[in-house]
């Protein structure tokens, strides 16, 4: 309902769409949108930013919770592994509006961060209005809210490995670091590779609602992405036709970006989404 059904709607990305002549009698316009798109001076702005924040945010993000799932499987205290378990899996429910409330809080130049690090020869400033920290801020706020969530699909994995296999490394001879190289990340493999071609196809839809909240005129440079770019373009200034084309344009390299993943999944370690 809320994922297939909007679809039609894409029409309108091809036409000039009036709100009182409806999604088929509006006038054509063909590609119109997609090349002011192209042309526009916000084009290059917002598609390197979109780019830049998703590489880091995955590069940085994707691995915690395999290493999180990795370090509690380790450990051999049930009470204090459920614990450590629901202490990161916490900040997960927290709204997204109070996890940069406090963010705002803690970054501020009277904040408890920026308080901490002036004691190292940190300038006191308020780093939200700081395009330099934008993205570490973004990143590491991002991995402090979904490590725990994220790590139980990869702790049911790891419950799900046959122990008889760790059984027969020992017997081998096997320390710790050769059981998790020739039997823990191999049997993780199939699950680590759908999760990166899911995490990659979402990458080009990065979070607008967290990024809306912690962005302002100052650091549009660095933070303007495609999906803020839309809703300015669509909710503020009401050009309905423009922005749907410029999310159908997100849409497609999303999808470009899913189907080549899982094309070089396939071939590198014969597993894929599909």
Not at 24 to 43: A, E, Y
Not at 142 to 169: F, K, R
Not at 183 to 193: A, D, E, N
Request: glycine content about 6%; some cysteine; overall charge positive.
């Amino acid at each position: 309902v809320f994922q297939y059904g909007p679809m039609m709607g894409l029409i309108i990305s091809f036409k000039e769409y009036k709100p009182s002549k409806g999604f088929f009698k509006s006038p054509w316009v063909g590609l119109k949108n997609f090349k002011d798109f192209f042309t526009n001076p916000f084009f290059k702005r917002v598609l390197l930013n979109t780019i830049k924040i998703s590489v880091t945010n995955l590069i940085f993000s994707f691995p915690m919770p395999i290493i999180l799932a990795l370090l509690i499987s380790e450990l051999r205290s049930k009470t204090y592994s459920r614990i450590v378990q629901t202490i990161s899996y916490i900040p997960h429910f927290i709204s997204i509006v109070v996890i940069v409330s406090i963010m705002m809080d803690l970054t501020s130049r009277d904040g408890a961060i920026v308080n901490f690090l002036s004691h190292f020869g940190f300038k006191k400033v308020t780093m939200l209005n700081e395009p330099k920290y934008f993205l570490p801020l973004y990143v590491i706020s991002g991995i402090w809210q979904n490590i725990g969530w994220n790590s139980i699909i990869y702790l049911s994995a790891l419950l799900a490995i046959d122990a008889e296999l760790y059984e027969a490394a020992k017997i081998d001879g096997a320390g710790k670091f050769r059981q998790l190289t020739s039997v823990t990340l191999p049997c993780l493999l199939p699950t680590i590779v759908v999760m990166l071609i899911l995490q990659v196809g979402k990458s080009f839809n990065v979070g607008y609602e967290k990024i809306l909240l912690m962005y302002n005129p100052l650091t549009y440079e660095v933070a303007d992405v495609i999906s803020t770019y839309v809703y300015r373009e669509g909710l503020l200034n009401m050009n309905w036709s423009y922005s749907t084309a410029v999310g159908l344009f997100n849409s497609v390299v999303s999808f470009a970006l899913v189907w080549a993943t899982n094309k070089i999944s396939q071939k590198v370690s014969g597993s894929g989404l599909w």
